[in-house]
């Protein structure tokens, strides 16, 4: 058949625009938020996408190869491996790529976007010359007769009058822009088919230009020949946009309270960054018109919301066991799975295995018999998958909450709401014994203000510590160091504080004696030899005036440069770019040891001279630096000893302590450990003055120490 000639193609595409402009309006011109009985405009829908360099998650993947590319710290990346950092507009990305399969978390806006792209067409400011066609998945999945996508296709735009042979035309002309939304939303008998239909009409019709939307981790998301890209998390002025569009209809005033709220709680900010605790936060801002200022509260909020207010305008199957339970038989629910997986350390579960936790929860109830809720487990996952974003299956058979925080939540309400006092004792010890791993920190915070009584946690945390280094003698040597070298500083501070601030600086030298020329990474050694306010975090936090650069205490302020001269000294021969800062910190620290105003006793006097006999040694770096580095390749190391016995004599630091890597390692988690547990006193928690004050005043002491106070 003879090519139409281009008039009469345009002619045939402007008149089918034409036709369609209405219906493309009606279906896309709309969206339903959650809750929302009733639909809102959707106007000015701003949305970035991630480019990522590869979907790992949209393929057959087993459990083990899901963990592979999840580090549990990293999970709420989705496991989508590197993600680069260049935000580009979700229109640019359509413009760019021909084929595009537009990825996204539950919530995230994937609907939203592609409505956008059909009005933006539709209106002319996108794709100009070509024809909107948008197209729900399932219910293509669903429809009668299972039509091929082509007859799918006439049916849907028969409706505006238009006819079989002029779409045939469009579509033959690569003028059609078709819209797929929803390709992980078809059941699991229509699959097959569908993904084959979709396959055979790309490849049929790829002149044309096609979008899809898929959940993450959805198998059927790929295809050969299209890009793949994530819809990014929302920056600030996406907020804005999205909390001007959610009040719109319910609030207009509320939107600029919540962006000034928003903006002067930065915790709550971080999380409006993800598009779907977003949602939670506009939620819960348009009952009370308040943010909860802990995260406890938030979650509750949220999840609340979530559970309470099921979103009806959903064409979906339901459970109707899940129908019927309560909201807190539903949190009940999601807090056993919750806690049987992230106590063995499972992000990902099997739907086999997550059915058997529903089955046991809800055959127990005495309103579902047993047969029952065996036969409509699976019902129940897909419900809670829909209840936007508690579950999503991952890939296909393994499922995760959609979120860490959702799985950290509903494992601290576990915890906490065992009745039998044996097993909630039970429950904590085994809580604390995880008291190092990182993974369990949110459910320790979320735990201790979830307890009516906090108490019993915080002791069994607190003795926890402790015997994390209490059978090292060499650990505890090091940690009566720092209690005495603390006692011996004149500072209107907390004798916790200063010994929080000694373990730092004993640690910032730990780092640098274990580099040489052979293992030295620039990275961690910049961490060695970094002391700024940002690596005395344990100090601060135990008392809030502990800023060096706002009180004269000198002795701190002397130490911690001597500390950075010496760990400089070290470092010098694996890297000579320090020689600078070596040379600029050593003048720094005889300049405070001889300052008059500073002196205070005969000692720091000395320490100047000493330091300044030191200096004298070396040659000048300036103008002949190669000359200082052939002398100190000769001389540095002798020079350094001579350094470490100064400051070891007359300010008692300095010294090698040689703990090997082990030692190092439970150190650090001792240091962790101990911060957490501040965190915990510091929340917004119960638990009594008396307790509170022993516990923080004990802190960072050694056994000898603690047994004292205690007899």
Known sequence: MAERSPNKIDAIVEQVRSKSHDGIIRQCGTMQVLDMTQPIGLNDIYVNVNILEKIVGCRRLDITELIQINHPEQFNRWGLGRVTEERVAGLTAAKKYSKLIVLGKPGAGKTTFLKYLALQCCNGKFQVNKVPIFITVKDFAEAVHSPTLLVYINQLVQADGIELSEITEILKHGRALILLDGVDEIKEEDSRRVLQQIYEFTSQFERNQFVITCRIAAQECHFDNFTEVEISDFDLQQIGNFASNWFSVVDPVKSERFMQKLQENESVQELANNPLLLTLLCLTFQETAEFPWNRLELYQEGTNLLLKKWDSNKNVERSQVYKNLSVQQKQDLLSQIAFSTFERNEYFFKQQELEQYITDYISNLACVNTEEASVDSLSVIKSIELQHGLLVERARGIYSFSHLTFQEYFTARQIAIFSHPQVLETALQQLVSGITEKRWREVFLLTVEMLRNADYLVEL??????????????????????????????????????????????????????????????????????????????????????????????????????????????????DFTLACEFVSVLDLSITLALEPRLRDDGQRSLLGEALLELQQQLPDLEPAPAKFIKWWQTNGKAWTEQLRSVTIERCQIGYDWQLDDRQREKLRQYCYANQLLLDCLKSDCYITRSLRSQIEETLLLPVAELEKSES
Do not use: H
């Open 461 to 574: 945390m607190k003795q926890q510590i402790e015997q994390l280094v209490a059978q090292d003698s060499q650990l505890q040597a090091f940690l009566t160091w720092v209690n005495q070298k603390s006692r011996t500083v004149n500072a209107p501070l907390k004798q916790a504080a200063i010994r929080a601030f000694y373990i730092t600086l004993a640690r910032s030298l730990f780092l640098a004696n274990s580099f040489n020329c052979q293992t030295a990474n620039r990275a961690n050694l910049e961490v060695a030899l970094d002391l700024t306010d940002d690596t005395l975090e344990l100090a601060f936090s135990l008392d809030n005036s502990f800023a060096l650069n706002r009180f004269g205490t000198t002795d701190l302020i002397i130490d911690r440069t001597l500390v950075l001269v010496l760990a400089r000294a070290i470092n010098l021969s694996i």
